[in-house]
């Protein structure tokens, strides 16, 4: 049963809720076991008085009885905000704890299979939290930029900071598909950007002074749109001169309202690069590549990759895995090599989002990267066998005998495999802890994520 605990008798041990926004702490999960005296310092550190803690998921061998503690006040509901939001549990699922291990070899593996799914789900419920409450404050963000430039230069930082300290764990960090809404198309292209190009500079071994110029440049590198009528925020075939011009303005524009907003040189260069390209091809200034700042060269990389995918109103939308193709095969020329070849290895041939046919014929999603295997990602899988609601969540690491045979556009899917899989018309990235990190932990991950 929860109670709750002072900060000041917090311990080593002790498994604790922070009930705070994921925005206002350190620590990846708002629910984690405090494993240092350097953590018990950090918690102090925000403000809280008191916190909820978990005696029965406790070490209980590491702890010392606290001098105070109570019963968490359950007429207070938990909070809901970001991290906290905590996915339902799966019917049956108390009671599926209890009963004694199936018999039979194929309710076994039936058990396993939903014990995978009540984990990933609630794995994805984890992320989407996440995502959703950056992009809120991203929205936040963009609404200061006109009335209070330096508060929005302070909060896009904090932002920045804030991916960057879910970033720092221990183990590998997998991309995951997250769901989007169009209407927040801004808001999702700037976090997309973001979160893979952080991704990208931590592997590629930046410093943290270059990820946080790199964060909070990729977050407000189109700010310039915010000067421009929306009919030139996306370029066109159909655009003539004039249009064109106005619309690579918004570099120009970018550049003002970061010095308004006073933002660190790293950061301002981000949103003055962020279209050149390595070949000289690219604008306002056509710079080749020894003058364009490696954050630069990864957001300018990434933008080309999320504008493939998630064109404007009137564009036509790549498959993620048409556009890395194209990417690799039309526009190699024009992007730093090793970051490109870096991000084909992160992302691998079929990113997230990418609709495949499996060597066994079905018809599957794409869910989850794990940068170390590329070609062996978690698929959503299209089953008719299997109701939706406890559709097929496959590790293809773990099939030896399947793999993918070809990717495919959505609208080539069969109808049925169509309504199953539901692929997004938009496509949104997080990322995560991969599965084997998770699994230390997995009988608790439905109800801690």
């Not at 008085?49 to 109570?70: I, M, V």
């Not at 270059?210 to 655009?239: M, Q, W």
Request: contains cysteine; proline residues 7%.
């Amino acid at each position: 049963m929860p109670r709750t605990v002072a900060v000041e008798d917090l311990q080593i041990g002790m498994f604790i809720r922070l009930d705070l926004s994921w925005l206002k702490h350190p620590f990846p999960l708002s629910r984690f076991r405090i494993a240092s005296a350097e953590q018990i310092a950090i918690i102090r550190g925000l403000g809280l008085k008191e916190l909820t803690w978990y005696p029965e998921k406790s070490d209980q061998a590491e702890l010392r009885a606290p001098a105070r503690t109570g019963s968490a006040d359950a007429s207070t509901p938990p909070s809901t905000s970001g991290t906290d939001a905590q996915p339902a549990p799966a019917a049956g699922a108390a009671t599926a704890a209890a009963e004694p291990p199936a018999q039979q070899p194929g309710a076994q593996a039936a058990a396993a299979r939903r014990a995978r799914l009540v984990a990933e789900r609630a794995a994805l419920q984890h992320s989407q939290a996440l995502y959703d409450e950056a992009a809120q404050v991203l929205q936040q963000t963009s609404a200061l930029v006109t009335s209070d430039p330096t508060a929005a230069a302070q909060q896009a930082q904090a932002l920045a900071a804030a991916l960057l300290d879910k970033m720092l764990v221990q183990g590998e960090l997998c991309v995951r598909l997250i769901s989007c809404a169009a209407s927040e198309r801004v808001a999702a292209h700037a976090l997309n950007v973001s979160v893979i190009a952080l991704l990208m500079g931590r592997t590629l071994g930046l410093s943290q002074d270059e990820l946080l110029d790199l964060g909070t440049g990729a977050l407000l590198h189109d700010v310039g749109k915010l000067d421009l009528p929306p009919r030139v925020h996306f370029p066109e075939d159909s655009f003539g001169s004039v249009e064109l011009k106005a619309y690579r303005d918004h570099v120009a524009l970018g550049v003002a309202r970061g010095r308004q907003m006073a933002l660190a040189p790293g950061a301002l260069a981000v949103l003055a690069q962020h279209h050149e390209m390595a070949d000289g091809s690219g604008f306002p200034e056509r710079l080749a590549l020894d003058a364009i700042t490696p954050a630069a060269r990864l957001v300018a990389l990434v933008n080309r990759y999320d504008n493939l995918c998630n064109p404007g109103p009137r564009g036509v939308p790549l498959t993620p895995h048409e556009a890395v193709s194209v990417l690799f095969a039309q526009n190699r020329g024009r992007f730093d090599m090793p970051i490109l070849n870096g991000f084909i290895r992160m992302m691998g041939i079929y990113p997230p989002g990418s609709v495949v046919q499996l060597t066994d014929e079905r018809y599957a999603l794409v869910m989850q990267v794990n940068a170390s295997r590329p070609l062996k990602p978690r698929v959503l899988v299209h089953d008719a066998a299997v109701p939706r609601d406890e559709a097929l969540l496959l590790d293809l690491e773990l099939e030896a005998d399947l793999g993918i045979r070809r990717s495919l556009a959505p609208s080539k899917l069969p109808s049925a495999a169509a309504i199953y899989l539901a692929p997004q018309t938009r496509v949104g990235y997080y990322f995560d802890l991969v599965a084997e990190a998770q699994a230390a932990e997995q009988p608790e991950l439905a109800e801690n994520a």
